[in-house]
């Protein structure tokens, strides 16, 4: 980040330490083709490296156009990342339902048996407010991940689970930024996408 009103490295206004359940939300001037103002759920971050769905990138397309018998379900696809995009993943908030979940926090779990999941959404016990639907996803070696911090490249955010579920993405990233506890962080929604505007 070459704009920066503070003198402060995002590194150290970063208290939060990566793990599965927080995001990582792109600085304001990144810019990636897929992480450009991305808000990204880690799901697993281990020694082998972490994964996670970029929350806000949401694609014309419902997860019935992409799946052959798939129940009529009001539920849009988002973009998760670049590694397999034409894999199908999804995170939830109800493991009880669905066998097979990978906990990512007391409240989100992801993926989980697929035919079983179909049948709960055929017979109306699961909801578009308690699933998220994504093709493909974010990938990181353990190195590279920690190298992309020291770079300033992510801010470390937790957000509300439900939230994280939210299917409106036009305004999530400016909406985590600005309710982050810390204050130079928080003035980081109102900077312009482009520097050289302000």
């Known amino acids: 980040?070459?704009?920066?009103?503070?003198?402060?490295?995002?590194?150290?206004?970063?208290?939060?330490?990566?793990?599965?359940?927080?995001?990582?939300?792109?600085?304001?001037?990144?810019?990636?083709?897929?992480?450009?103002?991305?808000?990204?759920?880690?799901?697993?971050?281990?020694?082998?490296?972490?994964?996670?769905?970029?929350?806000?990138?949401?694609?014309?397309?419902?997860?019935?156009?992409?799946?052959?018998?798939?129940?009529?379900?009001?539920?849009?696809?988002?973009?998760?990342?670049?590694?397999?995009?034409?894999?199908l993943f999804y995170i939830h908030c109800v493991p009880e339902l669905i066998p097979n979940s990978i906990k990512i926090s007391d409240f989100l779990h992801w993926n989980g048996d697929f035919e079983i999941l179909k049948r709960h959404i055929k017979s109306g016990e699961i909801n578009p407010r308690q699933i998220k639907f994504f093709l493909g996803y974010s990938g990181w070696g353990l190195q590279q991940l920690k190298d992309e911090l020291e770079l300033n490249s992510w801010i470390i955010q937790e957000v509300p689970g439900?939230?994280?579920?939210?299917?409106?993405?036009?305004?999530?990233?400016?909406?985590?930024?600005?309710?982050?506890?810390?204050?130079?962080?928080?003035?980081m929604a109102h900077f312009p996408k482009d520097p050289s505007l302000n």
Request: hydrophobic letters at 40%.
């Open 162 to 187: 439900q939230v994280v579920l939210s299917n409106e993405a036009e305004y999530l990233w400016k909406e985590v930024i600005l309710n982050s506890t810390n204050r130079e962080i928080s003035q």
């Open 1 to 87: 980040m070459e704009y920066n009103p503070f003198k402060k490295k995002i590194s150290d206004l970063n208290y939060l330490q990566p793990q599965a359940g927080l995001t990582l939300v792109a600085e304001p001037f990144m810019e990636d083709d897929y992480f450009k103002r991305a808000v990204v759920l880690l799901t697993e971050y281990n020694e082998k490296g972490a994964v996670g769905f970029i929350l806000n990138t949401k694609l014309d397309l419902n997860v019935g156009d992409v799946m052959d018998d798939f129940p009529e379900f009001d539920a849009p696809l988002f973009l998760g990342g670049p590694v397999e995009p034409q894999s």
